[in-house]
T-cell receptor
Framework: QKEVEQDPGPLSVPEGAIVSLNCTYS??????FMWYRQYSRKGPELLMYTYSSGNKEDGRFTAQVDKSSKYISLFIRDSQPSDSATYLCAMRETSYDKVIFGPGTSLSVIP | EAGVAQSPRYKIIEKRQSVAFWCNPISGHATLYWYQQILGQGPKLLIQ????????DSQLPKDRFSAERLKGVDSTLKIQPAKLEDSAVYLC??????????????FGPGTRLTVT
């Protein structure tokens, strides 16, 4: 079993749709959870950063963490063509700095 | 604020040749990372530096890969000899270190390596 798993997609949605992206993980020691966005031929950029369980909202983006299920989600409201990218979940343990990335989900938002 | 700089952006080499990548982190960032991202996969940490010391190189194939950060600023990653399976994007990232904890990692654009 891989440490972090994501559905690779590709996921294609119409503009304005609500998008749900998900990751599962196996290491119960993970405490910090992140979502990165990676445009084609660019490096990843941090979108959301959450600690432990709960929800965090930032504009059109909402991150949810359910540690009991080892499941995290990213919701994008009113999706825009500019949201078309690969979304990588990432996580790390509290006391150790190494970040483990998921394989990414490719998202296309069609105008 | 200038971002993380990497060069070259693209490189094509034949197997068994050597190649080197260069990274200049954001000014003041003590922590520097090299990641390998194979097509369709997430970045995998190869090596992490804190200033000019190695913090984690557990996933660096040391028989062929080497990295250095001599003055605690810019860094080079070398592959010698290259194999077909080394074809990937090599990403450099840097972050601030405060009270022993590294915060947000900022990534460069990457170097896309093709080994033929």
């Amino acid at each position: 079993q891989k440490e972090v798993e994501q559905d690779p997609g590709p996921l294609s949605v119409p503009e304005g749709a609500i998008v749900s992206l998900n990751c599962t993980y196996s290491n119960s020691a993970f405490q910090y959870f992140m979502w990165y966005r990676q445009y084609s031929r660019k490096g990843p950029e941090l979108l959301m950063y959450t600690y432990s369980s709960g929800n965090k909202e930032d504009g059109r983006f909402t991150a949810q963490v359910d540690k009991s299920s080892k499941y995290i989600s990213l919701f994008i409201r009113d999706s825009q063509p500019s949201d078309s990218a690969t979304y990588l979940c990432a996580m790390r343990e509290t006391s150790y700095d190494k970040v483990i990335f998921g394989p990414g989900t490719s998202l296309s938002v069609i105008p | 604020e200038a971002g993380v700089a990497q060069s070259p952006r693209y490189k094509i080499i034949e197997k068994r040749q050597s190649v080197a990548f260069w990274c200049n982190p954001i000014s003041g960032h003590a922590t520097l990372y090299w990641y390998q991202q194979i097509l369709g996969q997430g970045p995998k940490l190869l090596i992490q530096f804190q200033n000019n010391g190695v913090v984690d190189d557990s996933q660096l194939p040391k028989d062929r890969f080497s990295a250095e950060r001599l003055k605690g600023v810019d860094s080079t990653l070398k592959i010698q000899p290259a194999k077909l399976e080394d074809s990937a994007v090599y990403l450099c990232a840097s972050s601030l270190m405060v009270s022993g904890i590294s915060y947000e990692q900022y990534f460069g654009p990457g170097t896309r390596l093709t080994v033929t």
